[in-house]
């Protein structure tokens, strides 16, 4: 009988290691996956809408159209799309009162997505700078509050 309690704590001990492996290699990858950053970087384009939407999770998703086209197939042509989520309420609130507009926006590119961040791997961060266009006065005045009211 004494001989079976040095190989059962030996291989509790194994099972301790491989679980503590096990769990330390889930985490890394959970983290790559969902909140290392893989890029950076800059797009610049007209800002074609953004919406605040969502079941569960209600996140800031839009779309920015860049200039130029590409094809995805041979022979056909499409105009480049820039699908993004916001996540701070004060960029999304610029943007939705800068629909149509010429923007240039700074976002970070994950692996993965969370339902809680977007549906998307892009995540604006900063507005670099949106160019204005002349816009009636009366006009601004009379959409700006319904824009905010509405989010």
Do not use: C
Not at 22 to 35: K, N
């Amino acid at each position: 009988m004494d001989d079976l309690r040095p190989a059962k704590k030996r291989m509790r001990k194994g099972l301790l290691w491989f679980l503590g492996i096990l769990i330390l290699a889930l985490g890394i990858f959970i983290y790559v996956r969902f909140y290392y950053v893989f890029g950076t970087g800059v797009k610049s384009g007209e800002l074609n809408y953004l919406v605040y939407k969502g079941v569960v999770f209600k996140t800031y998703e839009g779309k920015l159209i860049q200039s130029g086209f590409r094809a995805d197939k041979p022979g056909g042509l499409q105009s480049n799309q820039f699908d993004f989520s916001v996540v701070d309420k004060k960029i999304a609130e610029q943007l939705m009162i800068s629909s149509g507009k010429n923007v240039q926006l700074h976002y970070k590119e994950y692996f993965g997505t969370l339902p809680w961040r977007g549906y998307t791997k892009f995540i604006v961060d900063s507005i670099i700078m949106i160019e204005e266009k002349p816009i009636r006065k009366d006009l601004e005045e009379d959409l700006t509050p319904y824009i905010l009211e509405s989010m």
